[in-house]
């Protein structure tokens, strides 16, 4: 298999990274990897995608411990479900109502609208994933969108779609 065909079977790929993120708000970060799933065509409506993730961002916070920020729907206008990362540039945070303050890794969890537990077992092992610290500070420190591609599939491995 080619790493181009193994991109189109995984729920990230180094396409779907944006590392240096320079976000001014959670509306921001989100278009930003919307338009990146957008691109590769994972997500066949920009607009109505988004609208869908900010009606599920306004129903309950997004942020999780440790400056995660976990935007996510389930919509009519994806392809497949799939992921985008967005590692802030220092400096950067965005508040996605996490208790312990604002995130400064987002990752926008993109699954058809008939998915429905698709979507939930994707959050939910990702969480897992997530409020394990060193899990978060590679993502953090990583510094390569290879890499950070790499760790987010490498969690959802048995995750067969």
């Keep these: 298999m080619s790493s181009l065909d193994r991109y189109e079977t995984e729920l990230t790929n ?4 944006i590392l240096e993120m320079e976000a001014t708000s959670k509306e921001d970060a989100t278009a ?5 799933l957008y691109e590769q065509g994972r ?7 988004l609208r ?41 945070s965005l508040d996605f109502g996490a ?16 998915s ?5 077992e994707v959050l939910a092992t990702l969480a897992r994933s997530l409020f394990k610290e060193n899990f978060r500070e590679s993502l953090r420190r990583a510094h390569d969108t290879e890499v950070i591609a790499e760790l987010i599939n490498s969690t959802l491995i048995f995750f067969d779609h």
Excluded: C, W
């Excluded at 180094?14 to 990274?17: E, I, K, Q, R, Y």
């Excluded at 208790?99 to 008939?114: E, K, M, R, W, Y």
């Excluded at 429905?116 to 939930?120: A, G, I, K, P, Y």
């Design 116 to 120: 429905f537990s698709e979507h939930l």
């Design 43 to 49: 997500v066949n409506d920009l607009a109505g995608f």
């Design 32 to 36: 930003q990897l919307a338009a990146k």
């Design 52 to 92: 869908h993730v900010n009606a599920r961002e306004h129903q309950m916070a997004t942020g999780l411990p440790g400056g995660i920020g976990l935007p996510h729907a389930r919509s009519d206008y994806v392809a497949r479900t799939s992921i985008a990362v967005g590692v802030t540039k220092f400096g950067y």
């Design 99 to 114: 208790v312990d303050g604002p995130a400064t890794v987002v990752l926008l969890i993109a699954t058809p609208a008939s």
């Design 14 to 17: 180094p396409g779907l990274v």
